[in-house]
C-alpha cells in the first residue's frame, strides 16, 4: 500500500494570531468519526458553542500537535457544500473565514470513512475547492482493512492534490503522522493546485453535480484493492433485515431502550448511595461547627439539602449518555432513525425530526434550536411543539425518586417503570403530533434521507468524554440556577417564622400540654420533640405553605397534598428543582429524619391527617405521570418564543401541556385508588 510523503519543514512555523494558535477547522460526512477524532485530539479541552445568529452547535477546542497549539472547530456534519441547507452554508462561511465569531481557518481537515470513500469524496472535493489548505484523513482504516478494503493514499493524494494520511480515531493508530502532516501543511506558504482531474469533474455543461458523482466513484474504484469478503456483508444484510423492519425493528428499539433503563436504575444504585453519605456526613459536619439557628438552617437545609437532593441523580444522568452514546458510535441509532421514521411520517413529523427527538432526551432547549435544519415552516413548528414531551435529562432525578419510593428493592421492576416514563412521553408526542396534523397544522411531512454507516465497535473514549461533558453540564446548573432556587425555596419555607406565641395559638390543645411539659423537662430529647411540633407548623405558616394551601383544591383530585404543591409550583421555573424542594420542605417539617434516612425514605413515612401514606401507589404513579407530560420549563418556553417569533405559540405549547398533564394524572390517580383490591 502506497502512502503520502509529507511536505519537509524547513523551519518551524510561526504562530498564526496573536493567540499563539493555528486555526483548524474538521469537516465530514455525519458518522464519518469527525467528532471521535476531534475528542482524540482535544480530550478534555473542548467546549459547545453556536454560529452567531444561528443554534447549530460547533464544538471548539485546543490540541497540542508538533508543538502547534492549535485552535480546532468541529463543524456540523455534511454531505456537501452546495446543497443550500444551513448546515452546509454554515460550514462554507466558516471555511472561508465569514462568521465573526470564528477566526478563518489557517486549514481544512476533511474526514472521510475510509470503507465508504465513494459516498465521502464528494464532500472532499468540494472542501478542496474552497482554497483552504486541505488535509484528507481516512478514518476508520482499521475497519477497513479487517474487511478487505486496502486504498492506495497516493492516488487519492495525486488526483485531490492535498495530503491523505489514514487514521483511526478509535485506536488513536495514524496521529503522529496527521500531527506532522498537518504542521507541514500549515507552514507550506503556497496552496497546492486544483488537479486538472478535479477541475474537469465540474467543468462540463448542465450536470456538474453528476459529473463530481461519477468522478469520486471513478477515483475510488481506481484506488481501492480488493473489497470486503461478501461473507462480512451478508452479515450486515442479516442484521439490517431485523433493525430496519418495520415491526421487529421497533420491537428490538424498545428492547434496547428497556435494558438499558433497567442498567441504569441497577448500576446507579451503588454511587447514589455514596452521594448520599458524602452529603449527609457534610450537612452533619457544618451542623456540629455551626451553632443552630438561622445560618445553620440554610446552610444545612437550603444549600447542602437541596443542591444534594438533586445530585445524588447524577450517576442515572450519566450512564443514560454513556449507554446512548455507545449505540450511537456502534451505527445502530441511525437504523433505530429509519425505523421510527416510518412511524413518524405517519403522524405528520418529518423524518428530519429525529435528531431533534434524540436531542430533546438531554434538553429541550437545544432540541428546539436544532429544528433550523428543518427546511418546511410547518414542519419545524410541529416538531417544537412536541419535543418538550420527551423526557428530558432535567426530568430524571424526579423519575428516580418515585420509583425508588416504589420499587427500591425491585430493580428490574423499577427499571420497566423508567423505561414506561420515556415511552409514555414518546407516544404522547407521537399521538399530539397526529392530533396537530388533523387540526391546526394539516399537511404531509418530507422524507427522511440519512446514510446507514456500517457497524463498528464504538469508541470507549468517545462515550466517556461525552458523559463527562453532560454530567459537567448537570453540575453547573446544580451548582448555579438549582442552587439559586433551592436558595430561595428556603427562604419561602423559613418566613415569615413562627413565633412562640403564634404557634401556641394555632396549635391543639394537647400540643400545648405536651409543649408545655417538654419545655419543663428541658432535655436534648424533649427539645428535639418540640423542634418537630415546631417544625410542622412553621411550614405551613411560611410563603411556601400559604402558596401550597392556595392551590390544593385544584391539585387534590391528582392526590397531591400541599407540601407536593410547593414542589409542583417550583418546577415550572426548572422541572429538577422537585427534588430539591421536597428535600427542604420535608426536612424542615421532620429533623430526624432529614439527619438520619435519605430523601426517599423521609419521604415514605409522610402521612395525611387521616394517618394514610402520602406517597402510596396512586400518588407516586400520579405525579410520575404528571411529570412526563407538563410543561415545567420556563427557560424553554424562552426559545420557544425566540424561535417561533412571539409568545402566541410557548404559550399555546404551555396550555396544552398542562392540560394533558392534568388530566392523564387525574385519571392516573383515581384509577388506581379506586381500583378493587
Not at 602 to 622: C, E, I, W, Y
Request: glycine share 8%; with cysteine; proline share 6%.
Amino acid at each position: 500500500m502506497s502512502t503520502t510523503v509529507p511536505l519537509m519543514v524547513l523551519e518551524p512555523p510561526e504562530p498564526a494570531d496573536s493567540n499563539g494558535r493555528w486555526c483548524v477547522a474538521l469537516a465530514g460526512n455525519p458518522n464519518a468519526g469527525k467528532t471521535t477524532l476531534f475528542n482524540r485530539l482535544t480530550g478534555l479541552n473542548a467546549k459547545t458553542a453556536n454560529f452567531p445568529g444561528t443554534t447549530l452547535e460547533c464544538r471548539q477546542g485546543h490540541a497540542r500537535l508538533s508543538g502547534l497549539d492549535l485552535t480546532l472547530l468541529d463543524l456540523p456534519g455534511l454531505y456537501g457544500m452546495t446543497a443550500g441547507s444551513l448546515e452546509e452554508q454554515l460550514a462554507a462561511d466558516a471555511l472561508l473565514g465569514k462568521i465573526p465569531k470564528f477566526p478563518k481557518p489557517d486549514a481544512a481537515v476533511v474526514v472521510l470513512d475510509a470503507t465508504s470513500i465513494d459516498r465521502h469524496l464528494y464532500l472532499a472535493s468540494q472542501v478542496r475547492e474552497l482554497g483552504v489548505p486541505t488535509l484528507v484523513v481516512l478514518n476508520m482504516i482499521d475497519l477497513a482493512h479487517r474487511e478487505g478494503i486496502y486504498i492506495d493514499l497516493t492516488a487519492l493524494s495525486d488526483e485531490l492534490g492535498c495530503p491523505v494520511i489514514a487514521v483511526s480515531a478509535r485506536t488513536g493508530d495514524g496521529l503522529n503522522q496527521l500531527s506532522l502532516t498537518l504542521a507541514d501543511l500549515l507552514h507550506t506558504d503556497e496552496h497546492l493546485p486544483i488537479p486538472e482531474p478535479l477541475r474537469a469533474c465540474t467543468a462540463c455543461d448542465g450536470c456538474p453535480h453528476a459529473a463530481r458523482h461519477r468522478w469520486a466513484g471513478d477515483l475510488s474504484r481506481r484506488a481501492r484493492g480488493a473489497d470486503c469478503p461478501d461473507r462480512l456483508k451478508r452479515v450486515t444484510d442479516a442484521i439490517d433485515r431485523l433493525a430496519t423492519h418495520p415491526l421487529l425493528g421497533v420491537g428490538l428499539f424498545a428492547a434496547i431502550m428497556a435494558g438499558l433503563f433497567i442498567a441504569i436504575f441497577s448500576l446507579a444504585a451503588y454511587p447514589m448511595d455514596s452521594i448520599e453519605w458524602a452529603f449527609a456526613s457534610l450537612g452533619d459536619g457544618v451542623s456540629a461547627l455551626v451553632p443552630p439557628g438561622h445560618l445553620q438552617s440554610f446552610l444545612v437545609d437550603g444549600v447542602i439539602g437541596g443542591v444534594g437532593g438533586v445530585l445524588v441523580f447524577l450517576p442515572q444522568i450519566c450512564i443514560l449518555f454513556f449507554g446512548l452514546t455507545l449505540l450511537e458510535d456502534t451505527g445502530y441509532l441511525a437504523r433505530a432513525a429509519l425505523v421510527m421514521d416510518r412511524l413518524m411520517s405517519k403522524v405528520g413529523l418529518p423524518g428530519k425530526a429525529f435528531v431533534p427527538m434524540l436531542s430533546a432526551h438531554a434538553c429541550a432547549i437545544p432540541a428546539i434550536m436544532s429544528t433550523r435544519v428543518i427546511d418546511s415552516k410547518r414542519d419545524r413548528l410541529l416538531t417544537i411543539l412536541i419535543l418538550p414531551l420527551f423526557t428530558c435529562s432535567a426530568r430524571l432525578p424526579v423519575y428516580a425518586m418515585v420509583i425508588a419510593l416504589l420499587f427500591a428493592s425491585q430493580p428490574v421492576l423499577g427499571g420497566l417503570v423508567f423505561f414506561g416514563a420515556y415511552a409514555l412521553g414518546i407516544v404522547a408526542a407521537l399521538v399530539m403530533a397526529f392530533v396537530f396534523k388533523r387540526t391546526i397544522l394539516p399537511g404531509k411531512p418530507r422524507s427522511l434521507v440519512i446514510e446507514l454507516p456500517d457497524y463498528r465497535m464504538p469508541s470507549l473514549r468517545t462515550a466517556l468524554l461525552t458523559t463527562y461533558d453532560r454530567g459537567r453540564i448537570f453540575l453547573k446548573q446544580a451548582g448555579t440556577v438549582i442552587l439559586l432556587i433551592s436558595i430561595i425555596l428556603w427562604a419561602l419555607a423559613s418566613y415569615p417564622q413562627l413565633s412562640d406565641d403564634q404557634l401556641h395559638q394555632i396549635a391543639t390543645p394537647a400540643e400545648v400540654a405536651q409543649m408545655e411539659i417538654l419545655q419543663a423537662e428541658n432535655t436534648p430529647q424533649a427539645d428535639e420533640q418540640l423542634a418537630l411540633i415546631h417544625n410542622r407548623y412553621a411550614v405551613a405558616h411560611s410563603f411556601a405553605g400559604q402558596m401550597g394551601r392556595l392551590v390544593e383544591p385544584i391539585f387534590a383530585p391528582l392526590g397531591f397534598d400541599w407540601k407536593i404543591n410547593i414542589g409542583i409550583l417550583s418546577s415550572f421555573a426548572a422541572r429538577e428543582t422537585v427534588v430539591s424542594t421536597l428535600a427542604i420542605v420535608y426536612g424542615l417539617s421532620d429533623d430526624d429524619a432529614q439527619d438520619t434516612q435519605t430523601l426517599t425514605q423521609t419521604l415514605s413515612h409522610q402521612t395525611r391527617p387521616d394517618g394514610s401514606k402520602v406517597f402510596n401507589l396512586a400518588t407516586s404513579m400520579s405525579l410520575l405521570v404528571f411529570f412526563v407530560l407538563a410543561m415545567q420549563c420556563l427557560p424553554t418556553q424562552a426559545v420557544t418564543r425566540r424561535e417561533t417569533g412571539g409568545w402566541k405559540w410557548p404559550i399555546f405549547q404551555i396550555v396544552y401541556m398542562t392540560a394533558l398533564a392534568y388530566g392523564a394524572s387525574l385519571v392516573t390517580y383515581q384509577v388506581i385508588a379506586h381500583w378493587p383490591v
